[in-house]
């Protein structure tokens, strides 16, 4: 969309895994610096900025939002099971950053690798393996949240799973996700419910949560088959 990002993209051509890594990096610290709390420049050289540093990520991985809905197998069963796992991992959850991260359980751990999720990653993204890591995300402390950012290769593509969501708030913290044509897509997830997104590619956020608003989300990671077979 920018010159200015195709000039950037240039440079990445003969890159190393390492220089990559750094560049994203770089791209992540600057769409966080220019969208406190995930609100990006409406005008101006710094609203210019962040469309070419959104574009020069979604240079570098796939992009988009494949999916959001409540699929057949997250029966309520499931949903209660996977719960009362978020519910045990949160007691050793650590701080990182603005939210609790704790790792999957054996219920999060067989979701990751199931047929039903595979089934459903495939009819929607060609050549797609899960890498079997499953993250339980709490942000459940006033202020907790996370700038615009993409996630590392093993959520190239990310299955981001609504746990709870307990608000009073009229403005609860939405998903918010960014084109690199400078629009926002706020999703507001239901328990239950799965948001499938390019994540390596797609700058995303989690906007703040308010005082009283609690969050679970697990996300499983999926990456190409190339990277899951090295
Ligand atoms: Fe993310």
């Known amino acids: 969309v920018t010159a200015l990002a195709e000039k ?3 440079l990445t051509r003969d890159a190393s895994a390492d220089e990559i890594d750094n560049y994203k990096l770089l791209l992540c610290i600057a769409a966080g610096g220019l969208a406190p709390e995930g609100h990006p420049p409406v005008d101006g050289p710094e609203a210019a900025a962040f469309r070419t540093v959104v574009d020069c990520l979604g240079r570098i991985h796939p992009t988009g939002l494949l ?3 409540r699929p057949d197998f997250m029966t309520d069963e499931l949903l209660a099971r996977l719960q009362a796992e978020s519910d045990e991992v949160r007691k050793v959850a650590v701080r990182s950053d603005l939210y609790f991260l704790g790792c999957g359980g054996p219920t999060a751990d067989a979701l990751a690798v199931s047929g039903e999720l595979r089934a459903l990653v495939d009819q929607l993204a060609e050549g ?3 890498t079997g890591i499953a993250s339980y995300l709490f942000y459940d402390e006033p202020g907790c949240g996370l700038s615009p950012h993409v996630d590392t290769d093993v959520f190239t593509l990310n299955a981001i799973l609504m746990l709870r969501h307990e608000h009073a708030s009229e ?3 939405h998903l918010v996700l960014y ?3 400078g629009e926002e897509e706020r999703l507001l997830l239901e328990p239950g419910e799965i948001a ?3 994540a390596g590619g797609t700058v ?3 906007e703040p949560v308010k005082e009283d608003e609690r969050i679970a989300l697990l996300t499983l990671g999926f990456e190409p088959v190339a990277a899951a077979a090295a």
């Open 179 to 181: 084109s690199p044509e």
């Open 128 to 130: 797609m393996e899960p």
């Open 67 to 69: 999916y959001r809905g």
């Open 8 to 10: 950037l993209h240039d």
């Open 171 to 173: 403005s609860p913290s």
């Open 204 to 206: 995303h956020a989690r």
């Open 196 to 198: 499938l997104l390019f």
